[in-house]
């Protein structure tokens, strides 16, 4: 399980969380739903092929969406290594999870 993963594995299904993709550009506010097993969609023998854990996301408010992302309240998103976010915080603003280049942007 990578880093991030076992961050968000520390806390419930339904704990509130923001979740932030290319350093501002889409914000996300929601609830953590449930964290599976996948893999990338390639067969297990094709080169590339790779599983991962990943955290179905309810989004509940979109707060920043620069991109224009099809994103609606009340649907499940992935949150995985094949979809990572800049940050994720608790709704109190604590951050659980940054990405590496976040980390020493602000050492």
Same mark, same amino acid.
């Given at each position: 399980?990578? !880093?991030?993963?076992? #961050? *968000?594995? $520390? /806390?419930?299904?339904?704990?509130?969380?923001?979740?932030? @993709?290319? /350093?501002? &550009?889409?914000?996300?506010s929601?609830?953590?739903?449930?964290? /599976?097993?996948?893999?990338?969609?390639?067969?297990? #023998? &094709? !080169?590339? /092929? $790779? !599983? %991962?854990?990943?955290?179905? %996301?309810?989004?509940?408010?979109? *707060?920043?969406? $620069?991109?224009?992302?099809? %994103?609606?309240?009340? +649907?499940? =998103? &992935? =949150?995985? *290594? &094949?979809?990572?976010?800049?940050?994720?915080?608790?709704?109190?603003?604590?951050? *659980? @999870? $940054?990405?590496?280049?976040?980390?020493?942007?602000n +050492?």
């Amino acid at each position: 399980m990578d !880093e991030m993963m076992q #961050e *968000i594995c $520390k /806390y419930a299904n339904g704990t509130h969380l923001e979740v932030v @993709w290319n /350093y501002g &550009e889409c914000v996300l506010s929601g609830n953590i739903d449930t964290i /599976y097993e996948t893999n990338n969609g390639l067969d297990e #023998e &094709e !080169e590339g /092929y $790779k !599983e %991962f854990y990943a955290c179905a %996301f309810r989004v509940n408010n979109i *707060i920043v969406n $620069k991109k224009r992302k099809a %994103f609606e309240p009340d +649907t499940l =998103i &992935e =949150i995985s *290594i &094949e979809n990572q976010p800049t940050q994720i915080m608790l709704q109190d603003g604590t951050v *659980i @999870w $940054k990405t590496l280049r976040e980390r020493h942007a602000n +050492t």
